[in-house]
């Protein structure tokens, strides 16, 4: 028996530095207004007493080094760098102090925004989905196993458009760290090993046009790069 339209539904996987095998992305959380700086920038107070989620499709899912077009609807096309932690293991209700035994790596990311129509909604208090959840917009590097570089909780977190740099700060501003949200969002969600959280962006965060050239890296892990192309 076959599915109606296609024989099977696509994997969406990912790269893991050294490993043949690659990462099967399942779901897409991302955590905002996670740095104070930029909370203060785009206008909002800072929630110090729980994060505050939406959601991207494994869909939206793009490998760093591509080149993405123009998204359609927009003319704020903005960049948010982030560093993004891979789940290897499942849980449910899992506590801080045992959340980072669920973590199977980490990478650099970057949750693309319709910063226009994402503030609009605001403003009209409805679902941020146009202005987040759309093709091409969680870019992602390789990720790169806890068992080899161990857990972030410091370093440079910067980003760059064409040599220039728009965003840097460092991973020990994150208001909840990597164990605060898993601990969060899994009092909510089953967690499943395939499971993507994008930390938060730090200040800085600015458009982009066709022709430009985004490079970011998080200190100890890794690079990321995203050229933007013309419109389709």
């Known amino acids: ?121 605001r403003e009209q208090r409805r679902p941020w989905d146009l202005g987040k959840d759309f093709e091409q917009s969680a870019v992602l590097a390789e990720i790169v196993p806890a068992s080899e570089i161990g857990h972030l909780t410091q370093g440079r977190i910067e980003l760059r458009v064409n040599g220039q740099t728009r965003q840097t700060s460092d991973l020990q501003l994150l208001i909840h760290r990597v164990p605060e949200l898993i601990a969060h969002l899994s009092s909510f969600y089953h967690l499943q090993a395939g499971d993507l959280i994008y930390t938060g962006t730090p200040e800085g965060v600015g458009p982009v046009v066709a022709g430009d050239r985004i490079q970011g890296s998080v200190e100890g892990l890794g690079d990321i790069e995203l050229e933007i192309g013309a419109a389709e």
């Open 1 to 121: 028996m076959t599915d109606l339209f296609f024989p099977a539904a696509p994997v969406i996987t990912a790269p893991v530095r050294g490993a043949t095998k690659r990462y099967p992305v399942r779901r897409i959380f991302c955590v905002g207004r996670n740095y104070e700086a930029h909370a203060k920038e785009m206008g909002v107070a800072v929630d110090r007493e729980a994060p505050f989620w939406f959601t991207k499709a494994s869909e939206d899912y793009v490998p760093s080094g591509s080149t993405v077009a123009y998204p359609p609807g927009t003319g704020n096309y903005h960049y948010e760098m982030e560093l993004v932690v891979a789940i290897g293991r499942a849980g449910f209700r899992i506590p801080a102090s045992a959340a980072l035994d669920h973590v199977f790596g980490y990478a650099c990311g970057l949750d693309m925004t319709r910063r226009d129509l994402q503030l609009t909604a």
